[in-house]
């Protein structure tokens, strides 16, 4: 157990529609990542949050968005949802507060399966 | 910009046997390469990692050396189990100052052990 919790673990939706994903990080650690699995594209990297701020951007699609909340759990929102969206999504954490020698290391939640009908 | 590439998949061998699973990057920094594994299933894992030239990463068995002269990360075990078998993705970290950076991932590898 990695102590990044992820809900739901299952999404299945229609075209069009929104859905919001939810991530709570590690006790304590201040930065959120969140990551696509597709069978076509991999793993790739999103969005980054750190204490709340947006720190890095990736290959995130205008019609999905993020936040951080002062509790540290993040959001990942989706929206005008279409087939290819259909991915796995994961959410890792790092940084834990007052560093430490594997503040370097992403640790990753279960993921979230959305199926886009 | 930064990229990772893993041999081509999948790698079906017989329990015990030998294993290399190739790894080599592109980075402009400085890096640290990890190994994350996922089963079947499941989310990620970090099997090790490695944060400087010539470093080795170790973990149940499995072991990364990081060799910046011919920029690779190659992962091996000795001795190979069915519970073994998982997809393994080969990452790296191109840290910036006082926060992480992405992970950029490699395509990964499906690995099947026989009995």
């Known amino acids: 157990d990695s102590g990044v919790t992820q809900t739901p673990k299952h999404l299945i939706t229609a075209t069009g529609q929104r859905v919001t994903l939810r991530c709570s990080p590690r006790?304590?650690?201040?930065?959120v990542y969140w990551y696509q699995q597709s069978l076509d594209q991999g793993l790739q990297f999103l969005i980054q949050?750190?204490?709340?701020?947006?720190?890095a951007k990736g290959n995130i699609l205008e019609r999905f968005s993020a936040q951080q909340f002062p509790d540290l759990h993040s959001e990942l929102n989706l929206s005008s949802l279409e087939l290819g969206d259909s991915a796995l999504y994961f959410c890792?954490?790092?940084?834990?507060?007052?560093?430490?020698?594997?503040?370097?290391?992403?640790?990753f939640g279960p993921g979230t399966r959305l199926t886009v009908l | 910009g930064d990229s990772v590439t893993q041999m081509e998949g999948p790698v079906t061998l017989s329990e015990e046997a030998f294993l290399t699973i190739n790894c080599t990057y592109t980075?402009?920094?400085?890096?640290?390469l990890f190994w994350y594994v996922q089963y079947p299933g499941e989310g990620l894992q970090l099997l090790l990692k490695?944060?400087?030239?010539?470093d080795k990463g170790s973990n149940k068995g499995f072991e990364a050396t990081y060799r910046k002269e011919t920029t690779s990360f190659h992962l091996e075990k000795g001795s190979v189990q069915v519970s073994d078998s998982a997809v393994y993705f080969c990452?790296?970290?191109?840290?910036?100052?006082?926060?992480?950076?992405?992970?950029?991932f490699g395509k990964g590898i499906t690995l099947s052990v026989r009995p």
């Open positions: 949050y750190y204490n709340g701020e947006e720190r």
């Open positions: 980075a402009t920094g400085y890096p640290s």
């Open positions: 490695a944060t400087k030239a010539d």
């Open positions: 890792a954490s790092s940084l834990r507060r007052g560093g430490g020698p594997s503040t370097d290391t992403q640790y």
């Open positions: 990452a790296l970290s191109d840290l910036m100052t006082g926060a992480n950076s992405k992970l950029t």
């Open positions: 006790s304590g650690d201040l930065s």
